[in-house]
């Protein structure tokens, strides 16, 4: 069992030419008990955006702070403090924050599509 706070983790920023202003801390993981799976804090800073791409495991989002924009596939959807999206597996997908502030999501994941 585990019961925590994000203020209490390290905060990792994602360093990549196709990411803008992201950090990520990991809140769920097999190191806290859940096999198999990853669950991320991600925060995307004004303008900025997590990288376009697809690969082969798919991703749970919720959103909690900020507006964004969750492309799949070519399809822009708005997203806000409240919504949620599945995005399969080989998917071309990308997140940017378009609001003011912090644009606060949460992402799980396979564990083997845990990359940072």
């Known amino acids: 069992m585990v019961v925590g706070n994000t203020k209490d983790l390290e905060k990792k920023t994602i ?4 990411v803008q202003g ?8 097999p190191k806290e008990g859940w096999e198999g799976h990853v669950m991320r804090d991600h925060e995307v800073e004004e303008n900025g955006y997590t990288p ?3 690969h082969p495991w798919p991703h749970i989002n919720y ?3 900020g507006s964004g924009e969750l492309m799949i596939d070519g399809v822009v959807h708005p997203v ?7 995005v399969p597996l080989d ?8 609001g003011q502030g912090i644009f606060k999501f949460i992402c ?3 564990e083997f599509g845990h990359q940072y």
């Open 91 to 98: 998917t071309l997908h990308q997140f940017k924050n378009v």
């Open 80 to 86: 806000s403090a409240g919504s949620y999206a599945y």
């Open 63 to 65: 959103i909690i702070e």
């Open 52 to 54: 376009k791409d697809s």
């Open 108 to 110: 799980i994941v396979p």
């Open 22 to 29: 992201v950090t990520m801390k990991v809140l769920v993981s």
């Open 15 to 18: 360093e990549s030419y196709q």
